[in-house]
């Protein structure tokens, strides 16, 4: 690799999201060691973004301004930046003009690029960029990812993520690419213009020749969104290139789907739930699926009465849908007939009686916190489950897995702030200790004798495991089918 790296910025409108830009480059790298290409792709206000790129960066001599002819579309900007305007030997930062860098960014992403001679595209972390989202999932679905926000969840958790994630596809809107990948592989593929789509393709193309696509989860870039598309043409753009990235690499939205299942890291899942926003809303959930009919009404009632005790409680219940009737005119409570485990709350509760491997495995996909409610004595089922796993995993019991519990809903609450005012390392050992027992692929690798579906869960477990060590797409297209099958089997 590299020490130089051309930092290639192309640009269409918006003259202060330009300029916010740049202005943020020029403050986050080494001005002795790479060098920023500018590219004016002729948008509707070409003069006077170029006036006004011009203004900011007179005198500076690492940066280089060049306009082209025509509009060329965000693909053949990029491709007449590297492949006809800059030659070198340098690594290539492709950078959208909407985008923010931070102090530190791009030697973060050289060095995850340079761990390995195979590794061929790095991504950073931001609050808009599909998978490398940080926070990717929201407990409340209706909250923006600031810059603010991001920053925040970024600042307490990034020293307690894995250096890196290898995914299938890196995100273009700040992408650091080895230069020989692009002399031996090209850049973009004009199928793609004028935009969306083509940093997959180009990601998947260098990944069927061996090389990796990575997040760098100790990097981060704010992206305020495209621009340059609005509205019916974005969508449009969109659907089409989508049916090209589905015709040329068929398995790419179910290995998408395996590296978000098994290849997150817990602590990043539930980031949105760790740290906290301002308001401090949380999201507690009950699962009501197996509770008799008849106790359904009261157990609800119970619940709703919980914002009560703490103003700051959003209580939802999961019932049955033949129940949903029963709770339908219940005033301070959320009703759902649906797990959806990527829905995550900051507390998933199990009342004790309707405890089980499946139902512990619910509340553990959705749950930042997850809690038995109801006597101790009801648990056993699954205390004996995990006790069986013991060979396998080291933990015994229920409260080995750091699920806690609570005899009441008073007591449950107290629960709550206690482990929420934990250290945030703490919280975040409590959920990789949860993971090594009720996360999907750990499962998969248990020895479940006396199951008629044990030798599916090994055959998923190798597949799993193969998958985790590949570093190229193509393995990841061969091994994608697993997870598809892993999941028919945990419904089962």
């Known amino acids: 690799m590299s020490a130089e790296v051309v930092v290639v910025v192309p640009v269409y409108g918006d003259i202060p999201s330009v300029l916010d830009c740049l202005t943020a480059l020029r403050t986050s790298i080494d001005p002795e060691r790479h060098r ?99 926070p990717h999932r929201l407990t409340d679905p209706s909250a923006e990812r600031s810059f603010e926000r991001t920053q925040r969840v970024f600042a307490e958790l990034s020293p307690l993520l894995p250096e890196t994630y290898t995914v299938p596809v890196a995100m273009g809107f700040c992408l650091l690419i080895r230069r020989q990948a692009i002399r031996e592989h090209g850049l973009f593929d004009e199928a793609f213009a004028p935009g969306y789509g083509e940093e997959n393709d180009f990601c998947l193309r260098i990944g069927e020749a061996g090389y990796a696509s990575l997040i760098a989860n100790r990097a981060v870039v704010f992206h305020a969104g495209s621009k340059s598309f609005a509205g019916k043409r974005r969508n449009t753009l969109r659907r089409a290139h989508q049916k090209i990235l589905d015709r040329r690499y068929p398995s790419l939205s179910r290995s998408l789907a395996m590296f978000l299942a098994v290849g997150v890291d817990p602590v990043d899942r539930f980031a949105s739930a760790l740290v906290r926003p301002v308001d401090d809303r949380r999201r ?77 495995l619910d509340a553990h996909r959705r749950g ?89 869960y090994v055959q998923t477990a190798r597949e799993l495991d193969a998958i985790r060590r590949s570093r190229a797409y193509r393995a990841a297209q061969k091994l994608s089918s697993a997870a598809s099958r892993f999941r028919s089997l945990v419904r089962r």
């Not at 960066?57 to 053949?76: H, Q, W």
């Not at 959930?285 to 009560?308: C, H, K, N, T, Y």
Request: glycine fraction near 4%; charged fraction near 30%; charge should be negative.
């Open 36 to 134: 920023v290409l500018i590219v004016n792709d002729c948008g509707p206000e070409v003069d006077a973004m170029e006036a006004a790129i011009l203004d900011l960066v007179a005198g500076d001599p690492t940066i280089r301004y060049e306009r082209n002819d025509s509009n060329l579309g965000f693909v053949g900007a990029c491709n007449r930046a590297v492949l006809e305007l800059d030659t070198s030997d340098a690594d290539v930062l492709l950078l959208n003009s909407d985008a923010v860098p931070t102090p530190g960014f791009l030697e973060e992403l050289q060095r995850v690029l340079a761990l390995d001679d195979r590794n061929g595209a790095v991504a950073p972390r931001s609050n808009n960029a599909t998978i490398a989202s940080l």
């Open 284 to 360: 507690f959930s009950i699962d009501l699926r197996f509770v008799p009919s008849g106790q359904v009404r009261e157990r609800a009632e119970r619940w709703a009465a919980m914002s009560a005790v703490d103003a700051r409680v959003v209580p939802e219940v999961i019932v049955r849908p033949r129940d949903e009737m029963l709770i339908s005119d219940l005033a301070g409570v959320v009703s759902r007939t649906h797990m959806d485990p990527d829905d995550l709350v900051e507390v998933a509760v199990v009342p004790a009686e309707a405890l089980s491997p499946a139902t512990a």
């Open 368 to 456: 930042a916190l997850v809690l038995v409610l109801g006597p101790v004595e009801q648990r056993t089922a699954l205390d004996e489950y995990i006790g069986t796993l013991e060979h396998t995993t080291g933990r015994s019991s229920v409260a080995d897995l750091g699920i806690r519990s609570a005899p009441d809903e008073a007591s449950l609450v107290r629960e709550v702030s206690d482990w929420y005012d934990k250290p945030i390392d703490v919280r975040a050992d409590d959920l990789r200790r949860r993971a090594e027992v009720l996360g999907a692929d750990v499962l998969a690798r248990v020895d479940l004798e006396h199951h008629d579906i044990a030798d599916s």
